[in-house]
């Protein structure tokens, strides 16, 4: 492993911070064994997802915009069936409402499990 690595991010990507597929399966395989679980809180459009999903790795995604979770749903959604893959998940939608002493504030979590 170098200092530098070169990954080019999507030329035309599904979400503004849409990463390299090549670089998050490279994170994601050298720094977690077949089975652990992979937690990405800002998941955007799901590539950290669909990298643990293709290296057999129970995953979590978590995100606040309806837009990152439906690109993430499509992207996981269209990775093609493997003969030897488990891959399941389930789509979890959650609104949580709370109120501070300064005033209302909603806030909203999307959230999606991967073979759990």
Not at 47 to 66: H, M, Y
Not at 86 to 99: G, H, P, Y
Request: with cysteine; glycine share 6%.
């Amino acid at each position: 492993m170098q200092d530098i690595w070169e990954f080019k991010d999507p030329q035309y990507p599904s979400y503004p911070t849409e990463k390299n597929i090549d670089l998050l399966k490279f994170i994601v395989g050298v720094s977690s064994d077949e089975g652990n679980l992979v937690l990405d809180c800002f998941c955007g459009s799901g590539t950290t997802l669909v990298a643990a999903q293709e290296l057999n790795r129970n995953w979590i995604g978590i995100d606040k915009s309806e837009h990152a979770i439906k690109v993430a749903k499509e992207r996981l959604f269209a990775m093609p069936a493997s003969l030897f893959s488990e891959a399941d998940f389930e789509f979890l939608i959650e609104v949580v409402s709370s109120e501070k002493q300064v005033g209302k504030y909603i806030t909203e979590t999307f959230a999606t499990y991967g073979q759990l």
